[in-house]
């Protein structure tokens, strides 16, 4: 990775040490048979500034939202008619799912649940990215439909950062939301943090980070800010201002330099890095990285990320991935949410024409 990829030592160190723990995890599981299923809701309290997903506003889109949830169980009983293969993971996400009301939200993962095939072993993820939509009625619905994984998912621990983002939460409702999950279930908790966010100083990634380390989730993921064409922020940045970001004119190097100090921190609190991935126009063109407690990994990320085995995604917008002779070959459902309804039968039949290759 040094000489052929003019990575530091540091950073290819971190590569093999990531690389190892995602093979101990992937040997695990047969690529013939195990795969994974994504179950997407693309609706939010609100569009964050840097989100690219076709997420929409879930009170502007309340009268579809039924409808939604109808056609994604249509999908998967379509698809999975027949299917005896459990799947070994499950994830719930979105957008936020815990965005739905709650008897609709009861309906929506109790009806996929039914219709996905999946045992005990099965590891059932569900995204509650927003703090605001957790509350002890869900979560217990969340609980007592089975899910050992629950990711809540603050992204910085600045108010101010939250607002400028567009958040309507605060860093007292994670912390609300993360202490009521507890009391809940005894839930593998994930959060997520973005380091390089407009507007925050140095230090300030570092500070929301020792917060949530205070809290104690058993994972904890690192994003770089990754700007999209199609992100807000993208679109109010000028060419030279996007450059500068991105590190095209000089590299930040203090940011850098905090990323570091923080996988030391994580590590002193015994979190070990297990998965890893890049996106385009990332900050300082940086890593994506995730952290957990030894025996908390996530399965979803790391099979799904691996690209050796199927991913069935269901829903607007979502993806699926089947492994055939010449490689990956994937599907998409449609982004649009009107022509994802009019055409779902479209999309599991190019799903199981795809499977069958």
């Avoid at 990754?226 to 000028?238: D, G, H, I, T, Y």
């Avoid at 930040?252 to 297990?274: F, H, M, Q, T, V």
């Avoid at 990285?289 to 979803?300: A, P, Q, R, T």
């Avoid at 917008?317 to 998409?332: C, D, L, N, Y």
Wanted: proline fraction near 3%; charged fraction near 25%; aromatic fraction near 10%.
């Amino acid at each position: 990775m040094r000489a052929d990829w003019g990575l530091s030592e540091e950073k290819a160190k971190l590569g093999v040490e990531v690389g190892a723990a995602e093979q101990e995890i992937i040997s695990r599981y047969d690529a013939d048979k195990d795969y994974v299923v994504y179950c997407g809701l693309p609706c939010c309290p609100t569009r964050c500034s840097y989100c690219s997903f076709t997420t929409r506003d879930a009170a502007r889109y309340a009268d579809k939202l039924e409808l939604y949830v109808d056609t994604m169980l249509e999908e998967a009983g379509q698809f999975f008619d027949g299917w005896h293969n459990k799947a070994a993971a499950i994830y719930f996400g979105g957008g936020t799912p815990t965005s739905l009301p709650a008897d609709l939200f009861a309906r929506y993962i109790k009806g996929l649940l039914e219709l996905i095939p999946h045992d005990t072993d099965t590891e059932l993820t569900m995204e509650a990215g927003r703090p605001d939509t957790l509350d002890k009625e869900n979560l217990n619905l969340i609980k007592d439909a089975g899910f050992g994984r629950l990711c809540i998912n603050p992204q910085t621990m600045h108010d101010a950062s939250l607002c400028a983002i567009g958040r309507n939460h605060t860093v007292a409702d994670t912390i609300t939301a993360f202490e009521l999950a507890r009391e809940t279930s005894d839930f593998v908790i994930n959060m997520d943090l973005i380091y390089g966010l407009p507007g925050e100083a140095a230090g300030d990634f570092l500070a929301s980070l020792d917060a949530v380390l205070y809290l104690g989730p058993e994972n904890i993921t690192l994003h770089s800010l990754a700007l999209k064409q199609s992100a807000r922020l993208m679109e109010e940045m000028s060419e030279h201002d996007l450059k500068t970001y991105l590190g095209e004119i000089h590299p930040d190097i203090g940011l850098e330099r905090e990323l570091a100090e923080g996988y030391k921190r994580l590590r002193l609190n015994e979190y070990l890095p297990y998965y890893l991935y890049k996106q385009k126009r990332s900050r300082g063109a940086l890593e994506n990285i995730g952290f957990s407690k030894l025996g908390c990994e996530s399965i979803y990320n790391v099979l799904m990320m691996s690209d050796r085995f199927t991913v069935i995604g269901l829903g607007s917008g979502a993806a699926s991935k089947f492994i055939g002779p010449s490689g990956v070959v994937r599907q998409h459902n449609s982004k649009d949410l009107a022509d994802y309804i009019n055409r779902v039968s479209e999309f599991v039949n190019r799903k199981i024409e795809l499977q069958s290759i």
